[in-house]
């Protein structure tokens, strides 16, 4: 796997791993953000992204998503150990540039490093 691709191991796809996620992972707040953090046995780090309607239009939804996926792309080497991680976005993000959006991310990623998830 090159180091900063995303291929479809390190997604998570499947409502079935949502579901799991959201019953079994601990919630982690930050500012615009909730993520649901669960460890994993996995070989990487997962991600799963939410953004509902309630955020905004899809351009704005599609935005968001497109900033998370890029963030994590460049930092899933530094989460230590490996986690199914589902970031949810709140209302009020559209509002926020890109770079208050990115560091509201680095936040929530310091919390989700330093999170002791049983």
């Given at each position: 796997?090159?180091?900063?691709?995303?291929?479809?191991?390190?997604?998570?796809?499947?409502?079935?791993?949502?579901?799991?996620?959201?019953?079994?992972?601990?919630?982690?707040?930050?500012?615009?953000?909730?993520?649901?953090?669960?460890?994993?046995?996995?070989q990487?780090?997962?991600?799963?992204?939410?953004?509902?309607?309630?955020?905004?239009?899809?351009?704005?939804?599609?935005?968001?998503?497109?900033?998370?996926?890029?963030?994590?792309?460049?930092k899933?080497?530094?989460?230590p150990?490996?986690?199914?991680?589902?970031?949810?976005?709140?209302?009020?993000?559209?509002?926020?540039?890109?770079?208050?959006?990115?560091?509201?991310?680095?936040?929530l990623?310091?919390?989700?490093?330093?999170?002791k998830?049983?």
């Amino acid at each position: 796997m090159k180091d900063f691709s995303l291929p479809k191991e390190v997604r998570l796809r499947k409502r079935a791993q949502f579901l799991t996620l959201s019953k079994q992972g601990k919630p982690i707040y930050s500012g615009y953000f909730l993520a649901i953090v669960c460890d994993r046995s996995n070989q990487y780090n997962r991600i799963g992204i939410t953004v509902s309607k309630k955020v905004g239009n899809a351009v704005a939804r599609n935005r968001i998503k497109r900033l998370i996926r890029e963030y994590f792309r460049h930092k899933k080497h530094s989460i230590p150990g490996t986690r199914d991680i589902n970031i949810i976005a709140r209302k009020g993000l559209t509002s926020l540039s890109n770079r208050q959006i990115t560091e509201n991310l680095d936040k929530l990623f310091t919390k989700i490093a330093l999170a002791k998830i049983p």
